[in-house]
């Protein structure tokens, strides 16, 4: 086996579409919704011996499995899992499950086996605007018979769910193992396609260990990539099976399903996702936008409204203070007049008073006149009464 990069992955799928001919997808536990779930891991990790903060991010996940395993009965497993998906956003397509989506209508993949018992992947394809069963189709082993082989093809792809779904409550895994043995119809339909030109993302192998046992090893079995953040255990029938049919692998930061997936459908399709949920909530705020925009139209007429009255209001206000001033400047005129007229009795007061002092200067100078006549008279007098006096004696 070699080391290959997702160049190279994409240059190989684009080839194989062109010359109509279809890679088998297989999605893992990793691209599902119990991967990296926070809240399935702070339910177990009480129950485990290990501190989950040191574990790496494969190690948890192992851990959560062999916990839910050895610890749990069936029916508390079957909650714990329902209590991990609860929260609608558990189930809402990402990025990367877009990316599958949009590959598929593009017709690079026309069958995708995964062993995740969540419903995400199907919520991408309805966003991709396919519909269920026309443009694609879903085959739930544990509830739908036979084998998918004899379902009618779809336009785009199918979807087969190798370990059941949750919803339904019809699964095999962790408590109760799948078996391919016991399907003959279905066993037969897997090892013919599973010969084919596969691609494997998202593989864990405590997780889908019994989807080793699918995969062929024959060295007649066509292409086999594998992609995930490690390699298998040396001993796994995967590695086995990369070996014998010369396959190609990719490891590391580009080898998980997120940034794969991501980065494979930006270098086939060279854009990025449509995600049409988005647009839809995009539509939706357009239309709240609308609609607040045209309640912000009608408050525009009513601000117009009343901003006339305020114009009218204004045009009175100085109406009034043109009157004001009007009557402020006649007051000033006024009060000018009146301190002219004060002026002017002032001035007339002024020359009484003149007049007066010259009266009183006249009056002091008679007085004064007439005073001396009476002194001399009053001399005369005396001199008269010492005259007779000196008679008498």
Known sequence: MKETDITGIADMLGARR???KRTVLILGAHAGAFFENMGLYEHVSKYSMRSFERLSVLEKFEECFKILRDRFNESDVDTLLRVAVKDEKSLVARE??????ELVKEGYFELIISTNIDTILEGALRQAKMQEPYDYSVFNVGRDSGSPAMRTRPKYGLLLKLFGDLGSRQYTLIKEEFDLATDRELKDYLEEVLCGDVLI?????VWDEPLERAISISERSRDIIFVGEDLPPISSNMIKALQRRKGSYLVGRDGSYATFMRKLHRQILNRLPISYEAMSKIGNRLRNIEGKVQKLEEQIEVLK???EALKEGQTEILRMLNAMQVNHKEFLEQKEFQKEGQNKILEALNSIYV???KLNDSVNIIYNGHKEPINEKSELRAEQKNLGDDVQA
Do not use: T
Request: net charge negative; proline share 5%; glycine share 10%.
């Open 18 to 20: 062109s010359g109509n």
């Open 96 to 101: 990367e499950d877009d990316c599958v989506a």
């Open 201 to 205: 993302v998202g593989y864990d192998p």
């Open 305 to 307: 409204e009343q901003n």
């Open 355 to 357: 007049e007066q002092k």
